[in-house]
């Protein structure tokens, strides 16, 4: 574990002592028992069980980490307009408290508007131009300092769209966690294992998650967000780690985290879906807008090109998509036809949508 802790070689001395104070934490109450992994088919079957024998919720507590940038805070607004419908359209549903994370160091003027918990940013420099790091270090800091009533936690993400109430996916103390199919421990593991070392188990004890989506029980991951954030920060350090992993290093980070901890997920393929790729909504949760959708007027997919016809969130750095955008031409999948929709409804009922930027 010795490269696990070579943050301290980098880190302000600010981030040094919070570290120290963590690492600590890490060591009285981490486990070493790690749960059986259930596979997607006995997993669900498991659910059903569970939700048929008993009518009690077991509430989770959504959180989303933000800057406050037009970017980011937009997608939020949208996200949380969804929140809402969802929960509030069936009785005795999961879905508990939102919170939007603001790791900016300072209110905005959307604090009225979604329920926020402002953390401080990492030192300056510390995140090495990578502003992901400020994620599990927001997770630390609002673990540690809200009171959260709900006993588990859906981490989710702005660009995430609520199609339908979700259900608590954890099962025994296994967290519930969506499958990447571009997080893959095995082809990694000579990297991994400066971080993962042998005797703590086989490389596909990782599982191939990222912290989002995932639903997991408070106590655990306020074990594992300590050891997320100081394994991210070290993995952006490492030389291999960093040119492996790129933009999904913190996913990796997260995965080998929990995976120090003992706690497993259960893979759940229909957490959500991912247009273009995906072409049909169907018994899926969430909508994850991270890739650009182009098409010709024909309805043909033009990834990598920009299409006759378009919604990339990228296109929406600086200011909000607008009221009303045009709809996919014929032909396109029902996922996107779904994703624009959507956004068309929340922000034609968001109030100053367009005049509060």
Not at 130 to 152: D, G, M, S, T
Not at 201 to 210: H, V
Not at 216 to 239: F, Q, R
Request: charged share 20%.
């Amino acid at each position: 574990m010795a490269s696990l802790w070579r943050i301290r070689s980098f880190a302000s001395p600010l981030l040094i002592c919070i570290a120290v104070a963590l690492i600590t934490y890490n060591a009285i109450l981490f486990s070493t028992n790690a749960r059986l992994h259930s596979d997607i088919s006995t997993s669900s079957l498991h659910f059903h069980r569970t939700i048929s024998v008993s009518h009690k919720p077991r509430l989770f507590h959504t959180a989303v980490t933000a800057s406050d940038s037009v970017y980011n805070t937009w997608q939020c607004r949208v996200m949380y307009y969804w929140f809402k419908k969802a929960r509030e359209s069936r009785v005795g549903s999961d879905m508990g408290g939102f919170t939007r994370i603001l790791h900016s160091g300072k209110p905005d003027s959307f604090m009225g508007e979604i329920p926020t918990f402002v953390a401080q940013p990492l030192p300056d420099g510390a995140d090495q131009g990578y502003i992901v790091l400020n994620r599990p270090w927001a997770f630390v800091q609002w673990l540690r300092k809200a009171n959260i009533p709900e006993e588990y936690i859906l981490m989710a993400e702005p660009d995430h769209i609520i199609v339908k109430p979700i259900p608590n996916l954890s099962v025994d103390g296994q967290a519930a966690a969506f499958p990447f199919f571009y997080i893959e421990p095995q082809k990694y593991e000579p990297v991994l294992r400066k971080f993962f070392p042998e005797d703590r188990g086989p490389i596909n004890t990782i599982d191939p998650i990222g912290n989002s989506p995932v639903i997991i029980e408070k106590k655990s991951l306020g074990k594992i967000a300590p050891t997320w954030m100081n394994i991210s920060l070290a993995m952006k350090k490492d030389t291999d780690a960093d040119k492996s992993f790129g933009w999904v290093l913190e996913m990796y980070a997260y995965a080998v985290a929990s995976a120090l901890h003992g706690v497993r997920s259960i893979l759940h393929k229909n957490f959500m879906i991912q247009p273009p790729w995906d072409l049909e909504v169907g018994d899926k949760f969430i909508i994850h807008y991270t890739y650009g959708c182009d098409y010709t007027m024909e309805g043909k997919l033009t990834y990598g090109k920009i299409g006759e016809w378009r919604f990339d969130k990228r296109s929406y750095d600086n200011s909000p998509p607008p009221r009303n955008l045009p709809l996919p031409p014929k032909s396109v999948p029902e996922s996107v036809v779904t994703l624009v929709t959507m956004v068309n409804e929340a922000t034609a009922n968001i109030p100053n949508w367009e005049s509060s930027w």
